[in-house]
């Protein structure tokens, strides 16, 4: 479904010029549940943002569905971010000046003119309201994100990635910031909308054992995939399903 | 809908922006009010100024008079393509002359004044002569007779000289008493109405609420000398007779009150020598609109040279340049004022951009453009100018409307005049609201709220999503 292939980004601060990722191909299959561990500036976030087009590669391709999506326009990428993508980060970021009923509408809104809006508004809202009930914040709804915990501030940016029913969620280190209890809660959303809905995750995270509830884990060393096993025949991936990649 | 929905929340919540809604609802309010008051003044002194002069004035360079007489030149006025135009004209003799008088103590006063010979119930007709009297009788029916109060005056000032009789004899028995001689004939003198501050002065600090602050000089009844130069003579030779206080006239325009003086037209004509000439013809338009057609077509009646056609604006041309450039000087500076607002908008959205940088790269990672995120900031920026405008047109106008009350107020406080009645004439201070006037202040302080916060929006707009949402 998605593909990087010979994928290169480096950061440039005046001269110093920093190498965060070298040649990296990765393959993920449509409905899969995918971790991305390594150790801190192993470049994992970086590969997120390029896969979810929030940043583009130096050199290299990103197809979606056998489409290259990191050459296209501003405003297609603008469309990939609002429908087919979702994005949950380790620290939330929610709207502060809105409630969270309005930061989960913000995508159908962003999609929405002010005139389109007045004919899908309830639509939208209803959307919204069904999935904060899904992640057990229907009693919620008029709250503001100050008022509310760490788990249930994730809970609502999962809501905002998938209220419009997007293909592929990327997920930046979504326990980061929360204890375990509320951590296992996240996964436990997370889990249910890949078996549910088939929504295909990438999950950026640090926690070993959350990682291995996922289908496959692939780390990251050196901006690079970290060497794997042979693939089997017929795997396009070259990485079995369900097998943790050990350290380089 | 997320751009108005982000801008109305950030209205409310973004208390720093409350300081530039306040800088723009100070600078609408102060250039309502200035433009209110500068207005006012000039349609007062224009009102003024028009109030006592003619619509119309054609006048004569030389002090002997038009070479026409003034009956041919009406008549060809009124017989013209433009007499339908006319309402009222008339003929006036305008000079220098010199005033002579004593002060109550008996020192003697000679001044300049302008010398203003007038048929009273025809420069009454043309406007800016009757309605300007003080004795209201002499409004009501303007003429050059005596007021009984004046005539009385002046007689027991200037008693008739008593003649000398012979010792009655005595009469012898049954003889009747001699009949008495008839009464000598009246004396007729002129009479003069004088500018309010040549009868009067100011006494020395009083103020414009002081009691009695105006201490007469020449009163009704008193007389004065006056020296011109007469007419219709090859060299200039001076002319002079006495008159006698009637009236003042009170234009309430300095000019005018300590400088003019009043008599009757045809006694001046005949003092100088001038036949049935004049200086100047008065002329009262139905319509003002149409005056320049009148001047247009008297000037081909009255070729320029030896008669002089203008309108009251042309003559006065020079002062209402002066108020104009005045204002629109003032505007700009005042519109800095707003312009230093613009210049907080633009740091206080710098500083709201820097602030909102991650929920940047959020609603960039939801899939809002770059047009979008400029939208947002570039609306904010036009709501905090609305507002700040609706609030400083409030302001402006309520202050406006109310200016002669705080300005007691701010007297009586201060203890000073914060406005002296005596400088303008002015009983209050004069305002004109003119709603074209508020409109342009709003557009242009909309305007520049909304051109301060593109820096910052395109700031915002450009940001890159990674790096935003990496934003510590």
């Known amino acids: 479904m998605l593909r990087a292939v010979a994928l290169n980004k480096a950061y440039r601060r005046h001269t110093h010029r920093i190498q965060v990722l070298t040649d990296l191909t990765l393959n993920v299959e449509a409905g899969e549940f995918l971790s991305i561990v390594g150790q801190s500036g192993s470049g994992k976030s970086t590969l997120l943002h390029l896969l979810g087009s ?86 919620r ?84 995939l970290a060497d794997a096993p042979p693939a089997p025949a017929g795997s396009e991936t070259g990485i079995p399903r369900g097998v943790v990649i050990a350290a380089a | 809908m997320y751009k108005l929905l982000l801008c109305l929340r950030y209205l409310r919540t973004r208390y720093l922006a409350v300081i530039s809604v306040i800088s723009v609802m100070l600078g609408v309010a102060t250039l309502i009010v200035v433009n209110s008051v500068m207005s006012g003044f000039s349609t007062k002194l224009r009102d003024r100024l028009h109030g006592v002069m003619s619509d119309v004035v054609i006048e004569c360079p030389s002090y002997n008079g038009f070479p026409l007489h003034t009956d041919v030149m009406l008549e060809r006025i009124r017989e013209s393509s433009v007499g339908g135009e006319i309402a009222a ?64 005056r002046f007689e027991a000032l200037n008693p008739l000289p008593r003649t000398v009789e012979p010792m009655p004899k005595p009469l012898a028995e049954g003889e009747l008493p001699p009949p008495e001689a008839p009464p000598s004939l009246p004396r007729d003198p002129k009479a003069i109405v004088i500018g309010f501050a040549i009868g009067t002065y100011r006494q020395p600090g009083a103020t414009s609420n002081t009691a009695n602050k105006d201490m007469v000089v020449l009163a009704p009844g008193d007389t004065v000398s006056l020296m011109t130069i007469g007419g219709g003579r090859e060299n200039p030779e001076p002319v002079h007779s006495s008159f006698v206080v009637n009236d003042y006239i009170r234009t309430e325009m300095a000019e005018y009150d300590s400088q003019y003086v009043y008599v009757s037209l045809d006694y001046l004509q005949t003092l100088r020598a001038m036949d049935n000439r004049a200086t100047h013809i008065q002329i009262r338009l139905k319509d003002f609109s149409k005056a320049r057609k009148v001047v247009g077509e008297l000037r081909k009646l009255f070729p320029s040279g030896l008669y002089n056609v203008q309108t009251w604006e042309d003559k006065q041309s020079t002062l209402l340049s002066a108020i104009e450039i005045e204002r629109g000087i003032l505007n700009i500076l005042l519109f800095l004022i707003i312009g230093v607002a613009g210049f907080s908008i633009l740091a206080i959205f710098s500083m709201i951009v820097i602030e909102k940088t991650r929920d940047i790269g959020v609603m960039k990672s939801l899939g809002a453009s770059n047009g979008g995120i400029l939208a947002i900031f570039v609306g904010y920026g036009l709501l905090l100018g609305v507002v700040g405008c609706g609030m400083g047109t409030i302001l402006g106008l309520t202050l406006t409307t109310n200016i002669n009350e705080i300005e007691q107020w701010l007297s009586a406080i201060t203890g000073q005049d914060v406005f002296n009645r005596d400088v303008y004439y002015f009983d209050k201070i004069p305002t004109n609201i003119q709603a074209s006037n508020v409109t342009w202040i709003n557009v242009g302080a909309i305007l520049i709220a909304v051109v301060f916060s593109i820096l910052p929006a395109i700031r915002a707009a450009w940001i890159q999503p990674v790096r935003a949402l990496r934003f510590e």
């Open chain 1, 54 to 139: 929030l940043d583009r590669p130096d050199s290299g391709s990103i197809l979606l569905n056998g489409r290259r999506i990191d050459d296209v326009g501003r405003r297609e990428r603008d469309a990939l971010r609002n429908k087919t993508f979702g994005f949950i980060f380790q620290f939330y970021h929610l709207l502060p000046e809105l409630t969270m009923l309005e930061n989960v509408m913000m995508p159908a809104m962003i999609s929405n003119g002010i005139f389109s809006w007045m004919g899908r508004r309830r639509d939208a809202r209803n959307r919204a309201t069904a999935i904060l009930e899904r992640v057990g914040l229907g009693h």
């Open chain 2, 89 to 152: 004209i008339t003929p006036t003799i305008e000079v220098f002359a010199m005033l002579q008088y004593r002060y109550p103590n008996g020192e003697g006063v000679t001044r300049p004044v302008h010398l203003i010979g007038v048929d009273a119930k025809g420069r009454s007709d043309v406007g800016g002569f009757s309605e300007h009297l003080t004795d209201p009788r002499l409004r009501a029916d303007p003429t050059f007779a005596l007021t009984p109060e004046a005539r009385g």
């Open chain 1, 141 to 224: 709804l008029g709250h503001r994100p100050r008022e509310l915990s760490g788990g249930e501030m994730q809970r609502t940016a999962i809501a905002r990635a998938l209220v419009s029913g997007p293909k592929i969620l990327f997920a930046d280190e979504p326990t980061g910031n929360l204890d375990a209890e509320s951590g296992g809660d996240i996964m436990r959303i997370l889990e249910s909308f890949n078996r549910d809905e088939k929504v295909t995750i990438l999950m950026v995270t640090h926690n070993p054992e959350m990682a291995r509830t996922t289908d496959r884990v692939v780390r990251m060393a050196g901006g690079r």
